[in-house]
């Protein structure tokens, strides 16, 4: 079955380090990736996707991830973070199933960011 | 702003009572999906509608149904309302086509459904 797996529930950086959120899949054909962001009392916007080519995508707000088949990854990193980057993270994987696109997401995992 | 509305923005009833969520999709969107967040349960595929028909469910519960109107809003309805559906109710559009294929869903701000 499919399934999208978040393995760090909370985590915690300083204004201007870096940061990795990882994200593993389980998915049986070529899988079609995506990272959202829900900032408390909104929806969720899409930071960026992987549908195919380069394995390295750029996104939004400058985050960036790579898609890793061999580890069936597909982290999120930005080099350096800002206070207003405090939000949930969700990781999801498309799945064509029939007539449909539907998104299966991760658990989330919640940034917060100190001075 | 993903393009995408949703009303009305919070909802609090009664158990056993009966609502109905709105949701416009993005201009020229033909394809609208349902979800729900909960805290138990994550965020969970409901419905998909493509161009007024029925195109899939998920996780969805006998007592909720859903359409799409010709205008290509769609309406969620939830029935016979147990505390366990307060969640948020978030609707998404995406710009699919007949073909089948990878499209990125754009996602509405969301109804919190509290049921007391």
């Known amino acids: 079955a499919q399934s999208v797996t978040q393995p760090d529930i909370h985590i915690t950086v300083s204004e201007g380090a870096s940061l990795e959120l990882r994200c593993n899949y389980s998915?049986?054909?070529?899988?079609?990736l995506f990272w959202y962001v829900q900032s408390p009392g909104q929806g969720l916007q899409l930071l960026l996707k992987?549908?195919?080519?380069?394995?390295l995508v750029q996104g939004i707000k400058g985050f960036e991830a790579e898609f890793k088949r061999s580890q069936s990854s597909f982290n999120l990193r930005k080099p350096s973070v800002h206070w207003s980057d405090a939000a949930e993270y969700f990781c999801?994987?498309?799945?064509?199933?029939?007539?449909?696109?539907?998104?299966?997401f991760g658990t989330g995992t919640l940034l917060a960011v100190q001075p | 702003d993903s393009g995408v509305t949703q009303t009305p923005k919070h909802l609090i009833t009664a158990t056993g009572q009966r609502v109905t969520l709105r949701c416009s999709p993005r201009?020229?969107?033909?394809?609208v999906y349902w979800y729900q967040q909960s805290l138990d349960q994550g965020l969970q595929f409901l419905i998909q509608?493509?161009?007024?028909?029925?195109?899939a469910k998920g996780n969805i519960l006998e007592r909720f149904s859903a359409q799409q109107f010709p205008d290509l809003h769609s309406e969620l309805n939830l029935s016979s309302l147990e505390l366990g559906d307060s969640a948020l109710y978030f609707c998404?559009?995406?710009?699919?086509?007949?073909?089948?294929?990878?499209?990125?869903?754009?996602f509405g701000p969301g109804t919190r459904l509290t049921v007391t």
């Open positions: 998404a559009s995406s710009v699919e086509g007949e073909r089948y294929g990878p499209y990125e869903q754009y």
């Open positions: 998915y049986g054909a070529t899988p079609y």
């Open positions: 992987y549908f195919s080519g380069d394995t």
């Open positions: 999801a994987v498309g799945v064509i199933s029939g007539a449909t696109n539907k998104l299966i």
């Open positions: 201009s020229g969107d033909l394809s």
């Open positions: 509608y493509y161009n007024g028909e029925e195109r």
